[in-house]
């Protein structure tokens, strides 16, 4: 298995703040094609979660350019900036190279 | 725009199959790959498996004895079947849609699944 590392497990942010998640995997997420299949969704309460960003940095249809994906080979970040209330929930690295696994989450709160 | 719906028994007694059905509108489930993904109380989530275009099927190796994932496609549904439950399947069972760039692009609303005597 592809085991996921996420933190924080919580983050408290001020509404226009910017706040960082990081995700690690226990091993390259680099495929044989040469893509990196790692994804960032957001549970918001009460909903569904939804994809937030793909690929690393791609950010999925409709998704604020408040939200950015970097990284590479093992470790991502995901950067959410002008928070807004809209933001508020719980979100998950993701990989898709082998096999799907997730990060155990983030809750973002508002301070 | 794609829609998925999960329907099925939201309590099933150990040692029993649980059993989801997920419909889809909006879409043809003769596309793209269609899987089912659980949360667990605590925020866990897991890959259960998907089933492709073409009728294929990918199962998490943890699940791989006790999981079926198979598919209508007169109705455009498609079925999750997990055999022999324990309390630890309790769970919110979402279906959803896997895009070309192996994520879930579109998820239902969930069904929650209590595995209780």
């Known amino acids: 298995d592809v085991v996921m590392t996420q933190t924080p497990v919580s983050l408290s942010v001020s509404l226009g703040g910017q706040v960082s998640i990081s995700c690690r995997s226990s091993q390259s997420l680099v495929h044989n094609n040469g893509n990196t299949y790692l994804s960032w969704y957001l549970q918001k309460p009460g909903q569904s979660p939804q994809l937030l960003i793909y690929?690393?940095?791609n950010r999925f249809s409709g998704i604020s350019d408040r939200f950015s994906g970097s990284g590479s080979g093992t470790d991502f970040t995901l950067k959410i900036s002008r928070v807004e209330p809209d933001d508020l929930g719980v979100y998950y690295c993701g990989q898709g190279t082998q096999y799907h696994t997730f990060g155990a989450g983030t809750k973002l709160e508002l301070k | 725009e794609v829609q998925l719906q999960e329907s099925g028994p939201g309590l099933v007694k150990p040692s029993q199959s649980l059993s989801l059905t997920c419909s889809v509108t909006g879409y043809s489930i003769t596309s793209n790959y269609w899987g089912w993904i659980r949360k667990f109380p605590g925020n866990k989530m897991e890959w259960m498996g998907y089933i492709s275009y073409s009728g294929s099927t990918s199962y998490n190796p943890s699940l791989k004895s006790r999981i079926s994932i198979t598919r209508d496609t007169s109705k455009n549904q498609f079925f999750l079947q997990l055999n022999s439950v324990t309390t630890e399947d309790t769970a919110t069972y979402y279906c959803a849609r896997f895009g070309t760039t192996r994520v879930m692009d579109a998820w239902g609303q969930g069904a929650s699944v209590t595995v209780s005597s």
């Open positions: 690929k690393v940095s």
